[in-house]
């Protein structure tokens, strides 16, 4: 199997996360970020993560991607419940972890943006949405003083659920690639059981965390 992604793209990061999980093998192939080609090729548009199985074909969504893998390769890992009150954390603070973490992923060295044109690409996307990135970084503190907020209240909620360290459920899938993408923001309080839960699952899944390069 192969599996083509952007090291940043924390959707990808889903993907990646349950071959981990499961220990099964599969060729990660970090795409430029201005290949349009391949993607398009592959599922006819311009989105990754693309996982090309066993049997040559092309799967697009990275849920899709998850439950693929998790139903079909040994006993499934996802037997744990989605957990709503974390869901609608989730909503909210990624109006926070976005914009945060964006403009710091484009001055990065991810393997995706080696190339000029292909970081330059993501810019102007990015900055289509978002706005100046220059802007986005002048507004650091007061971001990263709200999300350390939130932080706070998810720690909270950890506490009050019940965790299982052999089994997992679609909110970590969607959780741990948001708390990956904040790892990249310098000045971020990781509370205690948030802290443990973020290093543990990168060790799991195999998914490295941002510390080291956070600006």
Known sequence: ??????????FC?????????????????TLPNDDEETPARLIGK????VLVTESNEAM??????????DETYGSSVLKM?????????????TKL??????????????????????????VNKKEAVFGPFQRLLEQTEIMVNEMN??????????AQQERDSEYFSLTDIRLFPLLRSLSI????????????????????????????IAT
């Open 60 to 69: 697009g969504e990275s849920l899709d991607i998850v439950k693929y893998i």
């Open 81 to 93: 419940s989605d957990n709503p009150e974390i869901e609608t954390w989730m909503e909210e603070a």
């Open 97 to 122: 972890i976005y914009p945060l973490a964006i403009p710091r992923w484009a001055n990065s060295d991810f393997e995706e943006f080696r190339q000029d044109a292909a970081r330059q690409y993501f």
């Open 185 to 212: 923001v310098k000045g971020i309080h990781w509370p205690p059981q948030i802290d443990a839960w973020r290093r543990e699952m990168a060790l799991g899944t195999r998914v490295n965390l941002n510390d080291d």
């Open 149 to 158: 907020v939130q932080l706070e209240i998810l720690e909270g909620l950890f």
């Open 46 to 49: 311009k989105m990754l993560p």
């Open 13 to 29: 990061v889903r993907s990646r996360m349950i071959f981990g999980l499961k220990e099964v093998a599969c060729e990660i192939i």
């Open 1 to 10: 199997m192969k599996l083509y992604v952007y090291d940043h793209c924390p």
